[in-house]
């Protein structure tokens, strides 16, 4: 998997690792700055200019300038993305300047739920990891080597936010719920409280500016 800086290889490569790990057809926008010719609808706009800084600003714009090419890519027309709400069946953005992240994908009845997020790099571990973490993966945590537990936290902690994001009905659920049995494992499936209705799937990537996780919610019955 690259860890390259360019959004262009990045957003080709994240699009085709997750299309052939889900086999389901997956889009995936990685923006870095803004360019000139997005189309912005009146609505948007209205949006851009309630926003009180200029940080604001640009962090919204690029992860809605990700939605809007994922939502292409997915056979969209919609030219308006203010009137999705999140979690979404088809589409979930993360961001975090420079960077922001979208994914989507195209086929609404082999999927019940898609997330994304992204963390970039750190210089201390997040706060209240007892808050996301259960107490099997708190204790693996602490058994691996001192200079390995800040990137292990970041990914748990994007893992955890990506199902959540993936997780339609997640009003009542809290990070903590959502159980890795193999917390060192870079993909594999979330363990939901019973009785579930759907699996989550994960892939977990160091992207080298920072860890990125992807998750997507499926029926029971389908297989990966």
């Not at 997330?115 to 750190?122: A, E, H, L, V």
């Not at 945590?141 to 994001?165: D, M, N, Y």
């Amino acid at each position: 998997m690259t860890t390259s800086f360019d959004r262009d290889t990045l957003t080709r490569d994240l699009t085709q690792y997750f299309s052939a790990h889900w086999n389901i057809p997956v889009a995936v926008s990685a923006r870095d700055h803004l360019h000139e010719n997005i189309l912005w609808s009146p609505e948007e706009i209205a949006v851009i200019e309630s926003l009180s800084s200029v940080r604001q600003k640009d962090s919204w714009q690029r992860a809605r300038a990700a939605l809007k090419q994922v939502m292409h890519a997915c056979g969209d027309d919609q030219t308006d993305t203010t009137g999705l709400s999140f979690p979404h069946p088809r589409y979930s953005l993360t961001h975090h300047l420079p960077w922001a992240f979208a994914i989507g994908h195209q086929d609404p009845a082999m999927a019940c739920g898609i997330g994304i997020d992204f963390q970039p790099g750190s210089q201390s571990r997040p706060l209240g990891e007892s808050l996301y973490l259960t107490e099997p993966e708190l204790a693996w945590l602490e058994s691996q080597p001192e200079h390995q537990r800040l990137e292990h936290s970041v990914r748990l902690w994007t893992i955890k936010e990506a199902a959540f994001k993936a997780t339609l009905q997640n009003t009542e659920m809290v990070l903590r719920q959502y159980a890795l049995d193999e917390p060192d494992a870079l993909t594999g499936h979330i363990r939901l409280p019973e009785p579930a209705t759907t699996r989550i799937h994960y892939a977990s990537f160091n992207l080298g500016i920072g860890s990125l996780t992807a998750a997507i919610a499926r029926p029971l019955q389908a297989a990966f």
